[in-house]
């Protein structure tokens, strides 16, 4: 997938504003925020591909990553979506500094990284930065199984719906720039059936679409026709991480 299948307008948030980092004891927030670099993530950039040693983890602030499954040489299947409500690099709370997925940038933007090694580090001597990541590896084990279980049982056009609440959660924005061919890699089905169900989407008058860019217009509505997967793994992130703000839908 080439440069310009999706992106976010610039947003005026904090660069600080990952909610991960921002639901840690004060003073350990102060302390990782001085080790941790900021960087700009690039549209297209891979941060990590599947099977390979993780040199950073990463916690966006105003960028969103896909996490993407490989299948047999072909594009792959999109299994989450992370934002400012999560982190890139979660397996390494299992010991496991191979990453399970590839980690494909989709939404530009800030994001917070730091060395591997010394993300280790501070996880040895920080409980509750083990504590909160334990937590988000759990919504992230739930999310998988969700999705896994949506691609299987969920129509395209229910599919689809949810896809769009994730990625206008994570922008911030009711707008942003996507293809009908890259949504067809990332729910894994034909162009044409994300085809129909874009303009079945378009004639509810939930959505809007010209030159590739998407416009949200009626976001109550459009939860109304997504599968119940993206209120489900809302709530169990509210549930699991009650303490941070309410994030967006996985």
Known sequence: MGAGDIGVPDSTRS??????????????????????????????????????????????????VSLIAPLDGHAGLEVG???????????LMLGIEAAPVTALVQGVGAAWRMETTGFLRELSRS???????????????????QTAACTRFHLVEARLARWLLMT????????????????????????????????????????????????VIDGTGLEQVACSCYTTLKNDYTRILGKLATPAGD
Not at 170 to 197: N, P, Q, W
């Open 15 to 64: 660069t600080a504003g990952n909610q991960l980092l921002a639901g840690l004891p004060q003073l350990l927030h102060r302390r990782l925020l001085g080790r941790f670099e900021p960087v700009e993530l690039r549209l297209a950039e891979v941060l990590c591909a599947s099977g390979e040693r993780m040199r950073y983890v990463h916690f966006p602030t105003t960028s969103f």
């Open 81 to 91: 979506l992370v934002g400012d409500e999560g982190m890139v690099g979660i397996s």
């Open 127 to 145: 409980p509750p930065l083990r504590e909160i990541l334990n937590r988000y590896l759990y919504v992230t084990l739930t999310q998988l199984a």
């Open 168 to 215: 206008r959660d994570r922008a911030h924005a009711d707008e942003f720039y996507i293809t009908h061919a890259f949504l067809s890699h990332m729910l894994g089905v034909r162009r044409a059936g994300i085809t129909r169900a874009a303009v079945a989407l378009r004639k509810r008058n939930l959505i809007d679409y010209s030159r590739g860019v998407l416009t």
